[in-house]
């Protein structure tokens, strides 16, 4: 693969940490807890538009004790708190949880008494993701955000307590920038890919994080909206 003809006498340094770290992140297994019409968008992030597989994810699982990630795609009301309780009790150690949708983070619209007003009231969540629902993209930023912070996650309490005396934050960078072709060639396939289904879908936006110049208003709108002043 060319990867020894880089490295110094075929030899890979890591620490423990980094290298334990990226085996959890490469490896979730996802607990589906479908609740509402969020779950339509989580279950579209599986098929082969937005492929989850790519990230190690392609498995959905509907038992407790083999998943280490929780999407809670939905409203949670008062007698379904407790089962998800239960559910998030059963996963084994370490193990995240993603509200997905502004009803699972806050309540959304329901603000009555049999609704939970945000799911962070029955489990501890690691990320937040607004929409109502949000796009499969935005599950897929949102993960790929969990991914970064569970690359910097300390190995145990000794370091927990030194990364936050120091302060260390994971910076919350848009997986458009963070992961956008660095070459040239790529990023023009990747923009004629993008042009591609955006015509599919009948959107004409562009991509910010493709775009190589900001665009700047031509000099002749600028002169007719003064004239016209």
């Known amino acids: 693969m060319g990867l020894e003809a880089s490295l110094p006498n075929?030899?890979?340094?890591?620490?423990?940490e980094k290298l334990v770290n990226w085996t959890r992140k490469t490896s979730m297994w996802p607990a589906t807890f479908g609740l509402a019409c969020c779950a339509i968008e989580m279950m579209t992030v599986g098929g082969s538009r937005y492929d989850f597989a790519r990230f190690g994810m392609e498995r959905f699982s509907?038992?407790?004790r083999q998943a280490d990630l929780m999407i809670v795609a939905g409203r949670v009301t008062n007698k379904m708190a407790p089962v998800l309780r239960q559910i998030y009790d059963q996963m084994p150690e370490p193990r995240w949880v993603l509200a997905m949708g502004v009803c699972a983070s806050t309540?959304?619209?329901f603000n009555n008494y049999a609704v939970v007003q945000g799911v962070d009231h029955v489990v501890p969540?690691?990320?937040?993701?607004?929409?109502?629902?949000p796009r499969p993209e935005m599950l897929l930023d949102a993960v790929l955000?969990?991914?970064?912070?569970?690359m910097d996650e300390p190995i145990n309490p000794t370091r927990a307590a030194a990364k936050l005396e120091a302060g260390?934050?994971?910076p919350m960078i848009p997986s458009s920038e963070r992961h956008a072709p660095k070459n040239?060639?790529?990023r023009k396939r990747a923009e004629r890919q993008q042009a591609a289904q955006r015509r599919e879908m009948g959107s004409t936006a562009s991509l910010g994080a493709?775009?190589?110049t900001p665009r700047r208003p031509e000099l002749g709108s600028a002169q007719e909206t003064r004239s016209g002043r």
Do not use: F, W
Not at 10 to 16: D, E, K, S, T, Y
Not at 145 to 150: E, G, P, Q, R, Y
């Open 10 to 16: 075929g030899i890979l340094l890591a620490n423990v």
């Open 62 to 64: 509907a038992t407790p």
């Open 107 to 109: 309540g959304g619209m």
């Open 125 to 133: 969540v690691d990320m937040y993701l607004p929409g109502c629902p």
């Open 145 to 150: 955000k969990l991914h970064a912070k569970i």
């Open 168 to 170: 260390e934050r994971t």
């Open 184 to 186: 040239r060639a790529q």
């Open 210 to 212: 493709l775009e190589s």
